[in-house]
């Protein structure tokens, strides 16, 4: 069964378009990385997915219809959305009594377990703890639900590069299995990039690019190019050429690796590299089509 | 802690092996009560802080008391009855005051102030459904606040009657004066079906309205809540001279004893005037509950509708 089925998901908020049309199949047990600019529709796209707006168009999550059946869908689906939403007047034990007051899918030792772990103290309030600490609880509540599908919108926005690692760490460690699904919008790709299993590109409310981690692997590839052999590569036709320390670092898509390797030092790119190359790419576009 | 081992067996039970069975909406909406409790302490720490203020205040008002009954025994009946009860129901009118400002500043911030502080998002990523949340915060004024205003009253109310007949026998005076005049059975039934039927039904559609703009506003729901009315008002007495508005929020505050009555006595003298049953059967109670239960379906749409602010 797929987990999110959209079709032709469209949001408009007066004259401007936050979602043009957008189509998205994710399947169970797959890590699904939600890049774009800011504006681009990432979180119009989740809060569709989350039940917290209404939109036009298909849209099936967990073959649920997310604005309708909200309440019954978190029973199976769990969201992180933006940082610090906890209610900073709550203390860290009301908040568990509450979850497993309310939650059927909660498990409060499990809760426990991973709260043991941190220094946060089950009488504290949230507002008395750091930033770092308040994400750290949100994603042990997360993690102790038995979810099927978790969604995370910049969730590590604002944190110090420790609670970040530590974040996706435990996400991966303690709580990521096949029957589980995650879908993470970030601007921070470059530390989701081994995390993830799918990648989607979505600007201006349209996906530009949608593969797998497998296909992205082979479908694009950066060759640092020697000198003599740069009129050769750019007849390649690049989708992205830029200098660094003086040797050209030309990105390509979809060609051959044997055929780059001739030519210089081949490596798959970073998504943070690919996602500029394809914005630059829009945009020189649009310029085009503009001039 | 004692809250742990209790929601231990309770996790056991719920465990993620066992198919998670429906939580039922009764039990969400006690934990969403719970949790509005834990936030506006100010719903029972208000009557309580004045109740004992009031209460200080009276035990200073008894040193002088036995001798005061000492000139009031020489006077009438009614003069005495005046001196028992008049403490008695002054504390009444100020709790009551006070469970309205503070029903009315609670249901104001009630569907405001989750979306003002974004918690509202960490709200809605759990399985409780809009109707739950907005039927628990709506039961906070109409009905458990009430209930505790009039429990608050009747402690209160019994305290002094035994501190005066104590203050009353230590000088050497009958305390059968004060329990002659105030009929504590009678009275203390009749402080709670008040502050339910009047506080909480009749005074129903106030806190509604105020509910549905608390989820409405972006800013200043005191302001969106309170000018309208006053427009309406004004409209109404420019256009055509008149107060039909005005008398009909005052019909609905007093518990359709009138607008004259309310106008002619002081609102504390309407316990006197109590006839239990009489406002069950005014047909303005059931249109105000009505009209109730539409700000409140309006409310729990906009909860849907509204995001973070």
């Known amino acids: 069964m797929a987990i999110i089925e959209a079709r032709g998901l469209r949001k408009q908020y007066g004259t401007t378009v936050a979602l043009a049309g957008v189509d998205l199949h994710v399947e169970e047990g797959r890590i699904l990385g939600l890049v774009g600019p800011n504006g681009a529709g990432k979180t119009t796209a989740l809060d569709a997915m989350l039940g917290l707006i209404p939109y036009q168009g298909e849209l099936r999550v967990l073959g649920r219809d997310p604005w309708m059946e909200r309440d019954q869908l978190m029973r199976d689906m769990c969201f992180i959305a933006d940082v610090a939403v906890l209610p900073r007047w709550i203390r860290v034990s009301q908040l568990l009594d509450y979850v497993a007051g309310v939650h059927p899918r909660f498990d409060r030792v499990k809760a426990e377990g991973f709260l043991a772990k941190t220094n946060i103290h089950r009488t504290s309030k949230v507002r008395q703890l750091s930033k770092g600490m308040v994400t750290q609880l949100h994603l042990s509540l997360v993690m102790a639900i038995d979810a099927k599908l978790v969604v995370l919108d910049e969730p590590t926005l604002g944190l110090d590069i420790l609670y970040r690692k530590q974040f996706y760490d435990s996400l991966l460690n303690d709580y990521f299995d096949r029957q589980r699904t995650i879908v993470v919008a970030t601007h921070q790709v470059e530390e989701v990039q081994h995390v993830l299993t799918d990648l989607i590109f979505i600007d201006r409310g349209r996906i530009v690019l949608s593969c797998s981690m497998e296909e992205f692997e082979s479908r694009f590839a950066e060759v640092t190019v020697n000198p003599e052999q740069l009129a050769a590569a750019r007849a390649l036709k690049p989708i992205q050429e830029r200098l660094v320390f003086g040797r050209s670092i030309l990105l390509f898509d979809g060609v051959q690796r044997g055929q780059l390797s001739a030519l210089g030092e081949v490596r798959t790119p970073s998504i943070a590299d690919l996602f500029v190359a394809v914005m630059e790419g829009r945009a020189n576009t649009a310029q085009g089509a503009a001039a | ?309």
């Open chain 2, 1 to 309: 802690m004692n809250v742990k081992p209790n929601a231990i067996a309770e996790s056991s039970v719920a465990s993620p092996s066992a198919v998670a069975a429906d939580v039922p909406a009764a039990r969400l909406l006690v934990w969403s009560i719970r949790r509005e409790l834990w936030e506006n302490w100010s719903i029972y720490v208000a009557p309580l802080a004045v109740a004992g203020l009031v209460l200080f205040g009276f035990l200073i008002r008894l040193i002088g008391f036995p001798a005061r009954m000492r000139a009031l025994s020489a006077l009438d009946v009614a003069h005495q009855r005046d001196a028992i009860q008049g403490p008695n129901i002054m504390v009444a009118g100020l709790l009551m005051v006070t469970g309205m400002l503070v029903g009315a500043f609670y249901s104001l911030d009630a569907l405001y102030g989750e979306r003002k502080d974004r918690s509202t998002l960490f709200w809605k990523s759990l399985p409780v459904s809009d109707v739950v949340t907005v039927a628990s915060k709506a039961s906070i004024p109409i009905f458990l606040l009430q209930l505790l205003v009039a429990a608050i009253i009747v402690v209160t109310q019994t305290i002094m009657l035994m501190a005066s007949s104590a203050v009353l026998l230590g000088s050497g005076q009958s305390a059968s004066t004060v329990s002659t005049h105030v009929p504590w059975v009678q009275m203390s039934l009749m402080m709670f079906y008040h502050l339910i039927v009047l506080h909480g039904l009749w005074h129903a559609p106030f806190y509604a309205w105020l509910l549905m703009v608390s989820s409405w506003a972006r800013r200043t729901p005191f302001l969106w809540a309170v000018l309208p009315a006053i427009a309406i008002g004004m409209v109404e007495k420019v256009a055509f001279n008149t107060r039909y508005f005005g008398d009909m929020l005052i019909y609905q505050l007093t518990g359709g004893s009138g607008i004259g009555a309310s106008r002619d006595m002081a609102p504390l003298d309407m316990l006197g005037h109590f006839e239990p049953g009489r406002e069950l059967g005014t047909p303005g109670l059931w249109i105000g509950l009505a009209v109730t239960a539409l700000f409140l379906f309006v409310a729990t749409r906009l909860r849907r509708q509204r995001g973070p602010i």
